[in-house]
C-alpha cells in the first residue's frame, strides 16, 4: 500500500495550494457580480453576521495552527517527521484550518453578497473537498489510525460533513 513518497513540490500537491490562492484572491479581490440582497435592513443583518462568523472563523484557524504544531504545512502530503493530531479542534473536524478558511468565504459572502463570490467560495469548498480527499490518501498510508479517525471525526464541517 505504501507508494514511493512524492519528490517534487507539485508530487506534494502546490497546484491544489495554487488554486486556493487564487480562489481567495477571487473572494478578497475579484469582481463580486450581481447583489444577491436588495433590502438594506436584511444587508445590515448580514453583514453584522458576517463579521461575527468572520471573527470565530479567524479565532478557528489560529487555534488549528496552534494544535497543528510542527505538522503545519500548505501542501496536503504531511511532513516526514509528522504525527497524526486527533486533539483540539481536530477533535471534531479533520480539517479544521479548511473549514476556518470556508467560514471566512461564508463570511465575506454575507458582508459582500454577490453572485460571484458565491460561486467562488462553492468552488472553494470543492476544491477543499477533493484536496482533503488527496491529502487523507497519504495520511492512510502514513497513520494506520487515521481509517478510524476518518470513521468518527466528519471532514470539513463539524459533525455534518
Known amino acids: 500500500m505504501n507508494s514511493s513518497p512524492p519528490k517534487s513540490i507539485f508530487d506534494k500537491g502546490a497546484w491544489y495550494v495554487v488554486v486556493q490562492g487564487i480562489l481567495i484572491g477571487f473572494i478578497l479581490f475579484g469582481p463580486q457580480g450581481s447583489h444577491l440582497v436588495s433590502s438594506e435592513p436584511l444587508a445590515a443583518t448580514l453583514q ?10 479567524c479565532l478557528i484557524m489560529v487555534i488549528a495552527v496552534i494544535n497543528l504544531g510542527k505538522n503545519l504545512t500548505p501542501l496536503p502530503c504531511p511532513k516526514d517527521d509528522a504525527v497524526l493530531i ?6 471534531y473536524v479533520r480539517h479544521p484550518i479548511y473549514f476556518g478558511v470556508l467560514l471566512a468565504a461564508l463570511a465575506w459572502l ?15 469548498f470543492l476544491l477543499f473537498d477533493i484536496k482533503a480527499r488527496r491529502e487523507e490518501v497519504w495520511l492512510v498510508e502514513r497513520f494506520p489510525d487515521y481509517r478510524a479517525y476518518q470513521a468518527r471525526v466528519k471532514k470539513l464541517i463539524p459533525g455534518i460533513y
Request: include cysteine.
Open 110 to 124: 454575507l458582508i459582500f453578497p454577490g453572485l460571484y463570490l458565491l460561486a467562488y467560495s462553492i468552488c472553494l
Open 48 to 57: 453584522s453576521c458576517g463579521i461575527a462568523i468572520g471573527l470565530l472563523a
Open 86 to 91: 486527533q486533539t483540539g479542534l481536530y477533535r
